[in-house]
């Protein structure tokens, strides 16, 4: 098992940044891609990037390239969302997840690894 722990979400001003921390532990093994994903009520969760943690290799959505970068501590088993110029439609609960496969071979938000989400709303 892995357990993911997140934190750093809150409230910003739009245009203002926030960083969001996902610390993993357990079985490590299941680590080897990472992502953030986020959801707002009645709307499907949606990814914004993922990481291959052993090859550093990065994929975003569309709609946050330019904004939100992912990085990894593999010292630490913590990856961070670095989220700036901050909108409101940024305004959601954000997830960290991850997954022992690669991240190419995983489809939408099919990771085996959820933490419990942290809020972050931008007004």
């Known amino acids: 098992q892995v357990q993911l722990v997140e934190s750093g979400g809150g409230s910003v001003q739009t245009g203002g940044s926030l960083r969001l921390s996902c610390a993993a532990s357990?079985?490590?093994?299941?680590?080897?891609?990472m992502g953030w994903f986020r959801q707002t009520p009645g709307k499907e969760r949606e990814g914004v990037a993922r990481?291959?943690?052993?090859?550093?290799?990065?994929y975003y959505a569309d709609s946050v390239k330019g904004r939100l970068t992912i990085s990894q501590d593999n010292a630490k088993n913590t990856v961070y969302l670095q989220m700036n110029s901050l909108r409101s439609e940024d305004t959601a609960t954000y997830y960290c997840?991850?997954?022992?496969?690669?991240?190419?071979?995983?489809?939408?938000?099919?990771?085996?690894?959820w933490g419990q989400g942290t809020q972050v709303t931008v007004s």
């Open positions: 997840a991850a997954d022992p496969r690669l991240c190419t071979a995983i489809a939408g938000v099919q990771f085996g690894y």
């Open positions: 357990g079985y490590t093994y299941g680590t080897n891609c």
């Open positions: 990481i291959a943690t052993g090859s550093g290799n990065t």
